[in-house]
């Protein structure tokens, strides 16, 4: 099956530093993929939907200037976590989509990445 | 914002059991799917069934959907101890997919 790459799978940072995402369709072309930040327990929560070679669509609430998503190409996204503060600790995953038109039909998700901002 | 809403929050059985999850949602959809999470990790898609289609089978795993009720369930037969994992309903319509709150479901060996 499909595989998405998501690194790195942990990360622990000084509040105020940069942390950036990435996240790769290793063996298909992804025309669209979606970023997510889950809490313990809880369900994912859609940060935002990008599609290659456009600006990333964002969810209400989120802030585009503090999470910055580049899809520069079909096969790797990226999420930047700016000025990171603990309150920005979390678990964010993503997910990428090869299916073109109206529907979703599957998609394939990366192993995710545990963020903590001390 | 999530669309679907699982219930039972927390399940728990022991190996050999069957286990049922459900899902509601409130809008209608082209799809629902059923997708599976171990702890710290991401989701492993599981099942997809479209909003014509009322039950599809894979393996061990059994799913119905109900579109004039708005709900759909998972059944996990002759479970087993690597079932463990939070499973998750999620609903698309127009390219957009919404995840339940999900389905924390342990079984025992």
């Known amino acids: 099956g499909a595989v998405v790459s998501q690194h790195p799978s942990w990360v622990i940072c000084k509040s105020g530093t940069s942390v950036k995402i990435e996240c790769r369709s290793l063996d298909f072309q992804a025309t669209t993929m979606f970023w997510y930040r889950q809490f313990p327990k809880q369900s994912l929560m859609l940060m935002a939907t990008s599609n290659e070679g456009s600006k990333a669509t964002y969810e209400q609430g989120v802030e585009k200037d503090k999470f910055l998503i580049n899809h520069a190409s079909l096969t790797l996204s990226t999420l930047t976590v700016t000025s990171a503060h603990p309150e920005d600790s979390s678990f964010y995953i993503c997910?990428?989509?090869?299916?073109?038109?109206?529907?979703?039909?599957?998609?394939?998700f990366g192993s995710g990445t545990q963020l903590s901002v001390l | 914002s999530q669309q679907g809403e699982e219930d039972p929050q927390a399940l728990s059985i022991q190996e050999g059991e069957n286990a049922t999850m459900n899902c509601s949602y409130k809008t209608s959809i082209n799809n629902l799917q059923w997708y599976r999470q171990n702890s710290g990790r991401g989701l492993v898609h599981l099942i997809l069934?479209?909003?014509?289609?009322r039950e599809k089978h894979s393996g061990r795993l059994r799913v119905t959907l109900d579109t004039s009720k708005k709900s759909s369930s998972l059944l996990i037969t002759a479970s087993r101890a690597a079932d463990t994992a939070s499973y998750f309903c999620a609903t698309e319509i127009n390219n957009d997919m919404r995840f339940g709150a999900g389905t924390r479901l342990t079984v025992k060996p």
């Open positions: 069934i479209r909003s014509n289609e």
């Open positions: 997910s990428a989509s090869s299916s073109p038109g109206r529907t979703l039909e599957k998609l394939f």
